[in-house]
């Protein structure tokens, strides 16, 4: 499922609400709509982040039509989705025609569920690599490309030197998160390398796109925009990073859920 930023609703639609008896069904021509839900989500699926367009896309309903007909032109109530076998039987449906008159747990566009939703594992503000580029344990596509956050990332050997004791080499690794994308490293945007292991102090705690503030319920953090160190990044060889939380208060540092290795903050090395 992909986090969304919604936007203004196209004026077309904010005309055709004033319309008494208006529905859903009745708005034509809808090309506006599906052009600006389009960009909102970058041409890909709210639900399985597959590309689309207006030749194959939905518009979802985050509350059905049937379920809640008051919100059927509510412009944060729509979301775009693909096909999802529209037609087949209900085994190989999936993403919108799948969901029917089911009303989802977590909507994306949601802002208040999205500082939760996009929090330690979905954020941009860095590309976590559990989320973007493990190996391991990223769903990924073959190209490859992680089907959480749609980063693709490749690696490339440029160097290996054998010898009888550690072997030397080194590899560059793209990815196309913005948040790696839009940093321009030794290699070029998006590029890191296998010696570019490092740790970053953030301003940020376990919520990296709340704003600073007290109100939680609000998609605020209290440790965010401080001026203290509430994480530390550690960016590994592939370039993903593993972001540690610091209690601003004893130091005490705790790894991210599922990671093993341990950072200690002031001891002696």
């Not at 596509?141 to 959480?148: F, G, I, K, Q, W």
């Not at 953030?202 to 609000?218: E, H, L, Q």
């Not at 965010?224 to 060889?237: C, F, K, L, M, Q």
């Amino acid at each position: 499922m992909k986090r969304i930023v919604k936007g203004a609703a196209p004026s077309d639609l904010l005309k055709y609400r004033l319309t008494k008896g208006a529905t859903y069904a009745d708005y034509r021509p809808k090309e506006s709509l599906k052009k600006s839900l389009l960009i909102e989500q970058g041409y890909i699926c709210c639900f399985c982040m597959q590309r689309i367009s207006e030749s194959n896309m939905e518009v979802a309903h985050w509350e059905p039509i049937d379920v809640n007909p008051s919100r059927q032109l509510d412009y944060k109530n729509h979301l775009a989705s693909c096909g999802g076998n529209r037609g087949q039987p209900l085994r190989s449906q999936h993403c919108n025609p799948r969901q029917g008159n089911i009303v989802l747990t977590i909507n994306p566009a949601d802002p208040v569920l999205n500082a939760d939703f996009s929090n330690a594992n979905f954020t941009d503000a860095s590309t976590v690599s559990i989320t973007n580029n493990d190996l391991i344990r990223t769903p990924s596509t073959a190209d490859p490309a992680s089907t959480v956050t749609g980063n693709n990332y490749h690696d490339e050997t440029d160097i290996v030197i054998k010898g009888r004791g550690i072997i030397y080499g080194l590899t560059r690794t793209y990815n196309s998160a913005p948040s790696s994308s839009e940093r321009d490293g030794p290699f070029g945007f998006g590029w890191s390398h296998s010696y570019g292991m490092q740790l970053k102090s953030n301003d940020y705690g376990s919520c990296p796109n709340c704003t600073a503030g007290a109100s939680t319920t609000t998609g605020q953090a209290p440790e965010n925009g401080n001026g203290r160190t509430a994480s530390i990044t550690y960016v590994d060889e592939r370039g993903g990073d593993h972001n540690y939380l610091v209690n601003e208060s004893t130091l005490v540092v705790t790894p991210p859920q599922g990671e093993f290795d341990l950072l200690t903050a002031n001891q002696p090395v």
